[in-house]
């Protein structure tokens, strides 16, 4: 948090030195909010100008400091012979310590704001009892009450657009679930047609093949024979048809029928294009040496693994480099995600956390070891995995 107070946005450092240059060539100029303060020399209005303009610096990442700088300045600046400057730079403060401030500030300001004008307007009339010092009432909501309320006409169309597309997001990975489950659903629905109807047949070949060997007729065996012929001709039409469909039902789904680390180049090509539009790059080290092949289980875990952690990152990683690292030593196989770990504009798409928690359960069925958290600048997701046959259990 701290490397983010000292580092301001570009636009707030050029409001920050166009409002002191402002201010200061208004006061060379001798423009000044009154000619009626003689309390101290002209050049004390320079001081809460010079106090109020370096805050413009942190007017998003220390909104609570800035305004109560900000307060202070201008009301001193009441003092002296005034500095439209100031003025400015506050009204600037408090627009942004709504926007940029937490919940509860950008909720709070505009309801103060007011009922501080309402205040000094009564107090200005009561006071001076003139039609002019309603103008004091008036010039008092400009500087304050109007900013205030700006910035949470903003926040408040910012919060929801954020909410529609988060809504969004979510009605199209619902849609997507219950896509994925009517896929599911009807292909056991077709299994178990499957079943039925293959069972059907070999039952008929059972009754008929039986009654052929029970009755010694050469008639009876004839007709067993035939009816046995058509129920295996029938059953085994009905079974490649089946099996037609749920191959093609299942088809494109992985980039290889049976899912292996060599086909993570793939799983990067579309994680590259879906994450193209967030800055996320994705870069692959693959360091195993030569040598015998992976347990089935553990190839499949290994691409799972990285598969859901290159989904995690897609949808919580800040901008950054994606890389992800293989290994195999000592009879393990070491597969490490590292993604950008921090704050990331916008709207991120909803977890349950079932991912890591799948990720666990892979690892530790081989008899593995999983951690994921944050390492740093970074969020790993590192797995170690037996590669050796006698390590897998069965």
């Not at 009154?34 to 610096?57: K, S």
């Not at 069972?199 to 007709?223: F, Q, W």
């Not at 800055?279 to 092949?293: I, M, N, Y």
């Not at 951690?371 to 797995?383: D, F, L, Y």
């Amino acid at each position: 948090m701290q490397s983010k107070i000292f580092r301001p946005h570009r636009d707030d450092v050029l409001l920050a030195v166009v409002s002191v240059l402002a201010g200061l060539l208004l006061w060379s100029l001798g423009v000044y909010s009154t000619d009626n303060r003689h309390l101290f020399p002209a050049w004390a209005a320079l001081v809460p100008l010079l106090a109020i303009g370096p805050m413009e610096l942190l007017r998003r990442t220390a909104p609570n400091l800035t305004l109560a700088v900000g307060t202070v300045a201008v009301i001193a600046d009441q003092f002296t012979v005034g500095n439209l400057g100031t003025v400015l730079v506050f009204t600037d403060l408090m627009y942004a310590a709504v926007v940029y401030g937490k919940p509860a500030m950008a909720r709070r300001l505009p309801i103060t704001t007011g009922l501080v004008t309402v205040v000094v307007t009564v107090v200005a009339v009561a006071w001076l009892r003139t039609p002019q010092s309603l103008m004091i009432g008036v010039i008092t909501g400009i500087v304050s009450f109007g900013p205030a309320l700006t910035g949470a006409t903003l926040r408040n169309h910012r919060e929801a657009a954020e909410a529609a597309r988060l809504r969004a997001e979510q009605t199209a990975l619902l849609a997507e679930m219950d896509r994925t489950q009517a896929v599911a659903a009807e292909r056991a629905r077709m299994a178990r047609e499957l079943h039925d109807m293959v069972a059907n047949h070999l039952s008929a070949i059972a009754i008929h093949s039986t009654a052929a060997l029970s009755i010694d007729s050469p008639a009876t065996s004839r007709e067993a024979l035939g009816v046995i012929r058509e129920n295996s001709v029938q059953g085994l039409a009905e079974m490649r048809r089946l099996i037609g469909l749920l191959r093609a039902a299942g088809a494109g789904q992985e980039p290889a029928p049976v899912p292996s680390l060599d086909g993570l180049e793939a799983v990067l090509e579309r994680a590259r294009a879906n994450g193209a539009g967030s800055g996320l790059e994705f870069v692959l080290h693959d360091a195993r040496p030569p040598g015998p092949p992976l347990p089935a289980p553990v190839e499949l875990a290994a691409y799972r693994i990285v598969q859901e952690s290159l989904t995690n990152a897609l949808k919580h990683a800040a901008a950054g480099t994606v890389a992800v690292r293989l290994a195999r030593r000592d009879g393990l196989l070491t597969v490490a995600v590292d993604s950008p770990y921090g704050d990331r504009p916008g709207p991120r798409a909803p977890g349950s956390g079932a991912g890591l928690t799948g990720m666990h359960e892979r690892t530790e069925l081989l008899g593995g070891t999983f951690t994921a958290g944050p390492r740093g600048p970074v969020w790993q997701v590192r797995a170690e995995l037996p590669a050796e046959d006698e390590a897998v259990p069965e």
